[in-house]
Nanobody
């Protein structure tokens, strides 16, 4: 299974971006879908998560501003980011819990850079 993330870029404070991450491959299913981020000099942190049943969870720092969603038919997870702040600047990674050939494992996307700056 391969993941491809899209949507990063440069945005002004208060602006919005939408990230997407699509999984491709054969004979697999996706359980949980997560977005992490890593800012320069900081550890990677969980930003948002969504279960196969649609239950969501967010880091306190993004609650009310970010929305995670998924399209199971497309094996895609989205992260809508509104009211962006400079401290949201980071490389964002998608992380998917994959079931394939009787095994469960986590796949990582390549990361997409989000820069919030005026």
């Amino acid at each position: 299974v391969q993941l491809q993330a899209f949507g990063g870029g440069l945005v002004q404070p208060g602006g919005s971006l939408r990230l997407s991450c699509a999984a491709s491959g054969s004979r697999f299913s996706i359980n949980a879908m997560n977005w992490y981020r890593q800012a320069p000099g900081k550890q990677r942190e969980l930003v948002a998560a969504i279960t196969s049943g649609g239950r969501t969870n967010y880091a306190d720092s993004v609650k009310g501003r970010f929305t995670i969603s998924r399209d199971n038919a497309k094996n895609t997870v989205y992260l809508q980011m509104n009211s962006l702040k400079p401290e949201d600047t980071a490389v964002y990674y998608c992380n998917l819990e994959v079931q394939q050939y009787g095994s469960t494992w986590y796949a990582w996307g390549q990361g997409t850079l989000v820069t919030v700056s005026s």
